[in-house]
């Protein structure tokens, strides 16, 4: 072989060798994040633009350089485990779990080595999904709301809108693990204040319509709602049954006064979900749950329906309106 030829094939070779990773990884399938809804789809549409958001934050758009694939439990925690499974199954790089600590715990049983980030409202060390809140280890990590520390606050406003009222409805499901937490935080209130608790237990849609007949029976003066991803899929079920009971209810999501209910006091629940659309970003640039601390979301809000209000025959009290983030005429 003549020199100029044997030159031009090497320089042709190393050309050939330079491009090859670079069309190797053009040729890489997009990586995947696993979506564990413990609701619906349209239950979580807002909060799932704000997951985009994050997600966004971090250079991943869904269907340019990252897919998604969904699994919805529509508010039945006990298909939850076999919805995790099929995720894993289905090779993710990444799971989400949000607003559900049966979700998170559902991931969390199905893999011990694929990265899972959650959005909850209860302890997760209590829970048994991370050694502390600092240094998580293993595969889990995410953003806790930390629903129960909001209890006591959000009946001492219920407290102030009725300061007459004295007995007290709670509803809870009793299958739900951060209820619990949630319910001794509510009792220790209700104590300092001097309220009378009656709990209501439900997990389907029939228990629910027996509870709040049971409200209006025991004369119920209000309703206090404890957080529950059911509950959060029942919005329309809950507030329309408290309207037609005329119970004056507190529920611990603020939308739920965008949707007809009186008060909402709690976390804002699209912000978590944005700050864990980060965290599974951070993750897919390489970073380990193990070294990510668990996040805090610190923005609670207040929302105050007005027209309920005067539905009900209530006079919102002045202090209580200037606490609010926002009013619904």
Not at 2 to 18: D, M, N, V
Not at 153 to 176: D, G, Q
Not at 218 to 227: K, N, S, T, W, Y
Not at 268 to 286: C, E, F, H, P
């Amino acid at each position: 072989m003549r020199r100029r030829e044997f030159i031009a094939l090497l320089g042709g070779a190393a050309a050939w060798f330079a491009s090859w990773p670079l069309a190797a990884r053009a040729q890489q399938p997009k990586p995947l994040i696993g979506y564990l809804g413990a609701t619906s789809r349209d239950r979580d549409i807002r909060a799932l633009a704000s997951f985009h958001q994050g997600l966004k934050e971090l250079g991943f758009a869904e269907g340019q350089n990252v897919a998604i694939e969904y699994r919805w439990a529509e508010g039945r925690y006990d298909a939850l485990p076999a919805l995790a499974a099929d995720l894993v199954r289905q090779n993710v790089t990444v799971m989400f779990a949000p607003a559900s600590t049966p979700a998170a715990l559902a991931a969390k049983g199905a893999s011990q080595t694929v990265p899972i980030v959650f959005t909850i409202g209860s302890d997760p060390v209590a829970a048994g999904l991370v050694a502390s809140l600092a240094k998580p280890g293993g595969n889990v990590t995410g953003v806790s709301i930390l629903v129960s520390l909001l209890s006591s606050k959000r009946l001492e406003l219920m407290h102030t809108l009725l300061p007459n009222t004295r007995a007290v409805a709670v509803l809870m499901n009793p299958k739900s693990a951060n209820a619990w937490p949630d319910l001794k935080e509510t009792e220790a209130a209700a104590r300092t204040l001097g309220l009378e608790l009656k709990v209501f237990n439900a997990s389907t849609e029939q228990e629910i319509d027996a509870a709040f007949a049971g409200m209006a029976r025991e004369r119920a003066g209000a309703a206090f709602v404890i957080a529950d991803g059911f509950f959060r899929n029942q919005s329309g079920q809950l507030v329309a049954l408290a309207a037609r009971q005329a119970i004056p209810a507190s529920y611990p999501w603020p939308e739920f006064a965008e949707h007809g209910g009186l008060i909402g006091y709690g976390a804002n629940s699209t912000d978590a979900w944005r700050q864990g659309g980060a965290y599974v970003g951070r993750i897919l640039k390489g970073e380990k749950p193990a070294d990510l601390p668990v996040m805090q979301a610190t923005k609670v809000e207040l929302v105050i329906n007005l027209k309920t209000a005067r539905a009900l025959g209530l006079e919102i009290p002045a202090r209580l309106l200037a606490l609010a983030d926002s009013v619904i005429e």
